[in-house]
């Protein structure tokens, strides 16, 4: 499938009301989407850059589609993440940064993906102590399905419970805010980014 098409998603029906939908009535509860699926609404709906692959080949088939489309090479690509770095090599050599000044882009896991604003959850497990002003304006997030939550808060209970001896601090989530929307402290002094997600599969 070309990049154009992951990109921008192919036109497949589903932005069409479901059959019956104008008979149901303004006081009917709405119908819950899967979380998937709202996430990749939200997401898209702020701006975001969704890339679904099955395998590790795929996803680095993608990357070098980002690299390309973008005529950034490797030397331009931020990734303070060791273990993730090795899952980019071989085919691609990221070199070694302490920190992003100068990169184009920044590569990176993150924390959760959380569906009912389709945000992406990162910590100082991510980022250090780094604002994410400070950071580039480009970022591409790796993550798998089993990261994909309904909320914040249960991101929060994650994180929690997965770093019992030290919880991680900097918490904020990465999102393409518009000038009009109110924002939380879990967003204060976050910036725009031009965000592109490899997501892996992995349930």
């Known amino acids: 499938m070309s990049l154009f098409k992951r990109l921008f998603g192919k036109n497949s ?16 509860p709405e119908v819950k989407l899967p979380t998937d ?5 939200n997401f898209k709906k702020n701006g ?15 990357f070098a589609n980002i ?15 060791d273990s993730l770095k090795k899952s980019f090599q071989p085919p ?10 100068g ?11 959380v569906a009912d604003n389709g945000s992406l959850l990162i910590s100082s497990n991510q980022i250090g102590e780094s604002k994410l002003n400070e950071l580039p304006g480009n970022f591409v997030i790796f993550a798998t399905t089993s990261q994909l939550i309904d909320n914040i808060g249960e991101g929060l209970r994650g994180i929690k419970s997965k770093n019992r001896s030290v919880i991680p601090t900097n ?17 204060y002094g976050s910036s725009s980014k031009n965000l592109y997600l ?3 599969e992995d349930l």
Do not use: V
């Open 67 to 81: 690299l390309q489309e973008n005529q950034w090479n490797t030397e331009d690509i931020c990734c303070l993440d």
């Open 37 to 41: 699926e709202k996430f990749t609404i």
């Open 103 to 113: 990169a184009e882009a920044f590569l990176s896991r993150c924390e959760y993906l």
């Open 171 to 187: 918490i904020t989530t990465i999102k393409n805010f518009t000038m009009s929307e109110e924002k939380d402290f879990l967003t």
């Open 198 to 200: 490899l997501l892996l």
């Open 92 to 101: 691609f050599k990221l070199p070694s940064r302490k920190n992003c000044r």
């Open 48 to 62: 975001g850059k969704f890339l679904y692959c099955d395998s590790i080949d795929e996803i680095h088939d993608c």
């Open 13 to 28: 029906g589903k932005d069409s009301k479901p059959e019956g939908a104008e008979q149901r009535g303004k006081f009917m």
